[in-house]
């Protein structure tokens, strides 16, 4: 057996999964813009970013076995295309052009 394979497979997923964590986390941390409510606003978004991941994860194995892992596959993909296709939609909107911080020079007398 090829355990080889099966490493870099796992060490591509942890790292991209990790990826995507701190990028969702910098981009909620961006939308909570209230400094008197950042904390509720970040755990209500991560709240509801989870839900997704709580919720529509518990059939993936029954869908799994069902499909088979190729089918499977190819069906995950899919269902990610709505996601790029807004997250494309929002960069051409500028959308997260507007969530830069501004940056503010002071100048010493």
Do not use: K
């Amino acid at each position: 057996m090829n355990y080889g394979a099966l490493v870099v497979t796992i060490l591509a997923e942890n790292f991209t999964g990790a990826i995507g964590t701190v990028f969702i986390v910098a981009y909620l941390s961006a939308l909570c813009q209230s400094p008197l409510h950042t904390a509720t606003q970040f755990a209500l978004l991560t709240a509801v970013a989870a839900m997704g991941r709580i919720y529509l994860t518990a059939g993936t194995g029954y869908l799994a076995e069902a499909t088979g892992w190729l089918w499977f596959f190819g069906i995950s993909a899919l269902v990610a295309v709505p996601s790029m296709l807004l997250l494309w939609w929002l960069q051409v909107r500028g959308h997260f052009r507007q969530l830069a911080p501004t940056t503010v020079s002071v100048v010493d007398d």
